[in-house]
């Protein structure tokens, strides 16, 4: 038996397993949806915007 999981685009159920070569996206059209949400910055990580910008170089290294 194979877990069910939603498809992280439109909601709709995916069983986990090889018969569902998308996952964890039902189809190539909800994939598609979600890496166009990457590409157009729709989707981010956050992140320290001072250490992102170009001239994060010019800053002194973080003390961890």
Same mark, same amino acid.
């Given at each position: 038996?194979?877990?069910?999981?939603?498809?992280?685009?439109? @909601?709709?159920?995916?069983?986990?397993?090889?018969?569902?070569?998308?996952?964890?996206?039902?189809?190539?059209?909800?994939? $598609?949806?979600? $890496?166009?949400?990457?590409?157009?910055?729709?989707?981010?990580?956050? @992140?320290?915007? $001072?250490?992102?910008?170009?001239?994060? @170089?010019? $800053?002194?290294?973080?003390?961890?």
């Amino acid at each position: 038996m194979s877990a069910t999981v939603e498809c992280p685009t439109c @909601g709709a159920p995916v069983e986990w397993g090889p018969q569902s070569p998308n996952r964890p996206f039902c189809s190539e059209r909800c994939k $598609l949806i979600d $890496l166009g949400a990457w590409a157009s910055e729709a989707h981010a990580i956050p @992140g320290d915007t $001072l250490e992102d910008s170009p001239f994060s @170089g010019d $800053l002194p290294p973080r003390e961890h």
